[in-house]
């Protein structure tokens, strides 16, 4: 039985959901956001909270079980309050820059890196170090965070590269002189 699968899902008083069929649909302050139920999985909304049981104890529906709640549970909270990745560059000469929905990075490289960010995906600079990433869609912004970061990971000797606002880096010592 799954621990998360069983828990129930409480829905804030400014966000509505909705369920047509074997869809959910999540709407709030900052957008809607659908997402298709398996089949194996059943899903009830009472007053103010969501409910999510097994069809049968197959093993595909234990593993969908908690998957599920999880992925419900990130839409209600996408959609009443925005996920955000932050992300920090480090070294001599990088540098970001914003313009609508494109972002440039300057990292070392002979050519200035662009991103284009995906629907219902925002970028923030400030000081030109710090990236925001911002979304209602836990799984894009996520994804997004993590493919700017693999443009330059940070390196262990000098620390150099773009890292998670909260990631800590190993620092190796280097070379010893005699």
Do not use: C, W
Request: hydrophobic share 35%; proline share 4%; no cysteine.
């Amino acid at each position: 039985m799954s621990r998360i699968g069983k828990l129930l899902i409480n829905i804030p008083s400014e966000v509505n959901v909705e369920l047509q069929d074997q869809e959910i649909i999540v709407k709030g302050r900052h957008g809607e956001l659908t997402h298709q139920i398996p089949m194996e999985i059943l899903v009830s909304i009472e007053e103010s909270s969501i409910h999510i049981t097994k069809v049968s104890d197959s093993r595909i529906a234990r593993q969908k079980h908690g998957l599920t709640r999880s992925l419900i549970n990130n839409m209600i909270i996408g959609v009443s309050k925005k996920f955000n990745r932050q992300l920090q560059m480090v070294g001599v000469g990088y540098r970001s820059q914003v313009s609508g929905n494109t972002l440039t990075l300057n990292v070392g490289y002979s050519h200035p890196v662009i991103f284009v960010s995906p629907p219902g995906v925002e970028f923030k600079v400030e000081a030109n170090t710090n990236i925001f990433v911002s979304g209602i869609n836990k799984e894009k912004v996520g994804l997004l965070a993590s493919q700017i970061r693999s443009i330059r990971p940070p390196e262990p000797y000098k620390g150099k590269g773009i890292r998670y606002m909260d990631e800590k880096v190993l620092r190796k010592a280097g070379k010893s002189g005699k």
